[in-house]
């Protein structure tokens, strides 16, 4: 058995799990509260540092979810709230920093003046997103969050009668639940942005859930399932990209006055959407029963058959 040293440190399979549940809260959390006062005061520094916030309340999210039946029940649900509101003040803020991104390094044409136009307008949202952050900051000090994460750390225990079981007896009845979720979803395609959108997510927990328990696998459950499932994962945001920029657009424009808005973005959100459609139908065809069979199978043979739903 391989040991994980991407994530958690080194952590031997015959770890015991709540202690694996201590570094994963513990090391994770560090890194959001790390990033918040960069997120909410350094932006201009570095407009990543809301990406690297937003990130790491993810893996904060998904060990708190993964650990749940370890954890202290109020203690757990405070922080698991907080970090959701921590990831969802920095929402606006990355979106518009990602779209000013793309819009500075656009592929389709788009003359100066019209490309002047937009960046001026998305800087003035920008700056109209960034108190959210800020708050968001001075609510984390005031709650004093990291003592309360800390709270959670040390109350972090086995609760059962039997034996504490280790992170290789674990990691696969941990990892299961979400797999088939996975892959329930994704039989589930239809022509909604929805349906894609929820395979995405699914997938997504999948991923966090693989980086918190592969200590738990041999060292080729990380060789042979990543590169399978980032493919995957790959296509669905970039479809994901097209769709949440159409609502953007969207969204910008009807809390905008007409005159103020920028008819370039109108031309864009047109461009977004045959993207989206071309992308999500070239998924759809990509994404054969054979190819999600094969993918099941490889997950199934490091679960060890813990009745994985068949694909239809």
Same mark, same amino acid.
């Given at each position: 058995?391989?040991?994980?040293?991407?994530? $958690?440190?080194?952590?031997?399979? &015959?770890?015991?799990? /709540?202690?694996?549940?201590?570094? =994963?809260? /513990?090391?994770?959390?560090?890194?959001?509260?790390?990033?918040?006062?960069?997120?909410?005061?350094?932006?201009?520094?570095?407009?990543?540092?809301?990406?690297?916030?937003?990130?790491?309340?993810?893996?904060?999210?998904? *060990?708190?979810?993964?650990?749940?039946?370890?954890?202290?029940?109020?203690?757990?649900? $405070?922080?698991?709230?907080?970090?959701?509101?921590?990831?969802? *003040?920095?929402?606006?803020?990355?979106?518009?920093?990602?779209?000013?991104?793309?819009?500075?390094?656009?592929?389709?044409?788009? &003359?100066?003046?019209?490309? =002047? @136009?937009?960046?001026?307008?998305?800087? &003035?949202?920008?700056?109209?997103?960034?108190?959210?952050?800020?708050?968001?900051?001075?609510?984390?000090?005031?709650?004093?969050?990291?003592?309360?994460?800390?709270?959670?750390?040390?109350?972090?225990?086995?609760?059962?009668?039997?034996?504490?079981?280790? #992170?290789?007896?674990?990691?696969?009845?941990?990892?299961?639940?979400?797999?088939?979720?996975?892959?329930?979803?994704?039989?589930? $395609?239809?022509?909604?942005?929805?349906? #894609?959108?929820?395979?995405?997510? +699914?997938?997504?927990?999948?991923?966090? =859930?693989?980086?918190?328990?592969?200590?738990?696998?041999?060292?080729?459950?990380?060789?042979?399932?990543?590169?399978?499932?980032? @493919?995957?994962?790959?296509?669905?945001?970039?479809?994901?990209?097209?769709?949440?920029?159409?609502?953007?657009?969207?969204?910008?424009?009807?809390?905008?006055?007409?005159?103020?808005?920028?008819?370039?973005?109108?031309?864009?959100?047109?461009?977004?959407?045959?993207?989206?459609?071309?992308?999500? +139908?070239?998924?759809?065809?990509?994404?054969?029963?054979?190819?999600?069979?094969?993918?099941? +199978?490889?997950?199934?043979?490091?679960? &060890?058959?813990?009745?994985?739903?068949?694909?239809?």
């Amino acid at each position: 058995m391989g040991k994980n040293t991407n994530w $958690l440190g080194t952590i031997e399979p &015959g770890h015991p799990i /709540s202690e694996v549940a201590k570094e =994963a809260i /513990s090391t994770r959390s560090a890194r959001m509260l790390e990033y918040l006062p960069l997120a909410a005061n350094r932006w201009k520094e570095d407009v990543e540092y809301v990406h690297y916030l937003r990130t790491w309340s993810r893996r904060t999210q998904a *060990a708190l979810q993964l650990f749940a039946t370890l954890l202290p029940l109020k203690r757990s649900t $405070l922080v698991r709230k907080a970090t959701q509101k921590l990831r969802k *003040a920095g929402g606006d803020a990355r979106d518009l920093d990602v779209f000013t991104r793309r819009i500075r390094k656009a592929k389709f044409v788009i &003359g100066d003046d019209d490309k =002047a @136009e937009v960046l001026t307008f998305l800087k &003035g949202l920008r700056k109209a997103a960034q108190p959210a952050l800020v708050q968001a900051w001075e609510w984390a000090k005031s709650e004093d969050l990291a003592k309360k994460f800390e709270g959670v750390v040390l109350r972090t225990r086995w609760r059962e009668v039997a034996e504490e079981e280790t #992170l290789q007896q674990m990691a696969p009845t941990l990892l299961e639940p979400l797999v088939v979720r996975f892959f329930h979803f994704s039989q589930m $395609l239809g022509e909604s942005p929805e349906s #894609l959108h929820q395979m995405r997510i +699914e997938g997504k927990k999948v991923r966090y =859930a693989m980086e918190l328990v592969e200590g738990g696998f041999p060292d080729c459950f990380r060789e042979e399932l990543y590169p399978a499932f980032e @493919e995957v994962q790959s296509k669905l945001g970039a479809i994901n990209d097209h769709h949440m920029a159409v609502e953007k657009i969207q969204r910008w424009q009807n809390e905008t006055a007409t005159k103020k808005f920028p008819a370039f973005l109108l031309q864009l959100a047109d461009h977004e959407r045959i993207q989206f459609d071309e992308k999500a +139908e070239a998924f759809r065809v990509w994404w054969t029963e054979a190819r999600a069979q094969e993918l099941k +199978e490889r997950f199934d043979r490091y679960l &060890g058959g813990l009745g994985l739903a068949p694909i239809a």
